[in-house]
């Protein structure tokens, strides 16, 4: 039943205005990373320009785009069923609400692994433009790239639980903004900023010494797992449950 | 008549959590400087240094984002209680002057974000007195508490007249979050690119707002007009 789903999410996707998004922030990527030129920064020999390049690149798309980001697929997930009534008519239909909240939210999953795919394309195209003859640093790039996407899966879970509930558009992308603000502030402490979670995505994406993608194991397992678990467990009971009015 | 369209937006406004969010913008900001503060308290203000203009300046770095996210909100929310209702044709159908609707909406607009730096403002001279950083440069807090929303207007006019224009409002909402990003890049982005205005335009640094702030204010009015021009040659579905 899983399988039909999908294919019913998939029918609803594939026209929609997701993809949109989705090219938008590597696009973003590529354009500040080619902007950066002029800045000629005192580099020591022997550095690595791909392993400096990258931090500049991904900071700012990790900070705070990648976490509105979710919250905008999850709320452009929910539209379909919001503007037209579309709730009440799933809901008669012989479809468990379980497998349907796991449809959506494999799909926002998918929706932001493809993103950082094409992100990682994007840091590809900046470093040949500029012409850097350095030996490509695969280990650290797709531990951050993947670092990200695991990172970022208890936002999206939280933003599904939202956007699915309520109507309106713009009050669940308040709530992420309201909570992504502080992370530009938060990630300069210490004892909260590895345990932020709107701030792991900058913590998973920018290279560290840890093992479990770039973040304390503390963290990892506690606010990534563990808070994952947790709101998909919540969010997908509420759903279940509720009465739907619209 | 102007007064009766600002009166029945301000009647559709209160149901709505818009001013809640104008008011928690600013107050949030300040609030997470001031945990910041607290916390590192002796890395930050050491005596001898200009803690103004470090305070000046971190409160700028979270201010920015906050008030261009805060700007695609508000704007998105204008218009897309509008769009969501099926309320437009309605609107448009009465004897009201189509540039005089779109210009309340520019007004309420303006309005709440005012309200939202007056609060910054107030807010940014409370924290340093009870940080103990004296004394109050009134003049740089007044300049940061209300300079990035004067130099954002042209981001205003624009986020608005997407919203209008377009009724999904996630592009609306996108462009605005791309926006945001560029603000912050704004380093390597060519300055006439109404998106760098209001980081240039911090208390911190006086000695480069005029320029942003003068064609801030002159762009965003200009574009308002021109906003309310088109609105009223559109067509309605």
Request: charged share 10%.
């Amino acid at each position: 039943m899983l399988n039909r789903v999908l294919i019913s999410e998939w029918i609803k996707v594939r026209k929609s205005l997701i993809w949109v998004p989705v090219l938008v922030g590597p696009a973003l990527a590529i354009g500040t990373g080619l902007l950066d030129v002029s800045n000629n920064h005192e580099l020591k020999p022997g550095t690595n320009l791909w392993e400096w390049m990258y931090p500049m690149l991904v900071s700012f798309y990790s900070l705070i785009f990648l976490p509105l980001l979710s919250g905008i697929f999850a709320s452009l997930l929910c539209r379909f069923e919001h503007t037209a009534g579309g709730w009440k008519q799933l809901h008669c239909l012989p479809i468990s609400r379980t497998f349907l909240y796991f449809a959506k939210l494999l799909y926002l999953i998918v929706f932001i692994g493809v993103t950082q795919v094409l992100l990682l394309a994007a840091i590809l195209v900046v470093g040949f433009s500029r012409q850097i003859d350095d030996p490509i640093p695969w280990a650290l790039l797709v531990k951050g790239i993947a670092g990200g996407w695991i990172a970022s899966i208890p936002l999206a879970a939280l933003q599904l639980s939202i956007s699915a509930v309520w109507k309106s558009f713009a009050a669940p992308f308040a709530i992420n903004a309201i909570f992504t603000i502080p992370t530009i502030a938060v990630i300069n402490s210490e004892t909260y900023g590895p345990y932020y979670p709107w701030a792991e995505p900058f913590n998973a994406m920018i290279p560290s010494g840890y093992g479990t993608f770039n973040m304390l194991p503390g963290a990892f397992y506690s606010v990534i797992v563990g808070g994952s678990l947790l709101i998909i467990g919540l969010g997908c009971w509420y759903f279940a449950r509720r009465d739907v009015h619209s | 008549m102007i007064g009766r369209i600002l009166y029945s937006d301000g009647l559709k406004l209160k149901r709505t959590f818009l001013v809640l969010l104008a008011v928690l913008g600013p107050c949030g900001v300040i609030t997470v400087n001031g945990i910041r503060y607290a916390m590192q308290y002796p890395k930050l203000v050491i005596t001898g240094d200009d803690n103004w203009g470090r305070l000046l300046g971190n409160v700028h770095l979270l201010l920015v984002p906050t008030l261009l996210l805060g700007i695609t909100l508000i704007a998105s929310l204008l218009a897309g209680m509008e769009h969501q209702g099926h309320t437009w044709e309605l609107l448009l159908a009465l004897p009201v002057s189509k540039m005089k609707l779109y210009l309340g909406k520019c007004a309420w607009l303006t309005g709440l974000l005012t309200g939202s730096s007056i609060i910054a403002a107030a807010g940014i001279a409370l924290l340093g007195y009870f940080l103990g950083i004296e004394p109050i440069p009134w003049s740089k807090v007044l300049m940061e508490g209300f300079d990035p929303f004067l130099a954002a207007l042209p981001i205003l006019a624009i986020q608005l007249y997407i919203s209008v224009m377009v009724a999904n409002q996630a592009i609306a909402i996108t462009f605005g979050v791309v926006g945001v990003i560029l603000s912050m890049s704004y380093h390597g982005l060519p300055h006439w690119l109404p998106w760098v205005y209001p980081m240039w335009t911090t208390g911190a640094d006086p000695s480069n707002v005029v320029p942003y702030l003068g064609t801030g204010v002159v762009l965003g009015i200009v574009l308002f007009l021109l906003g309310a021009a088109f609105f009223e040659k559109k067509e309605v579905k």
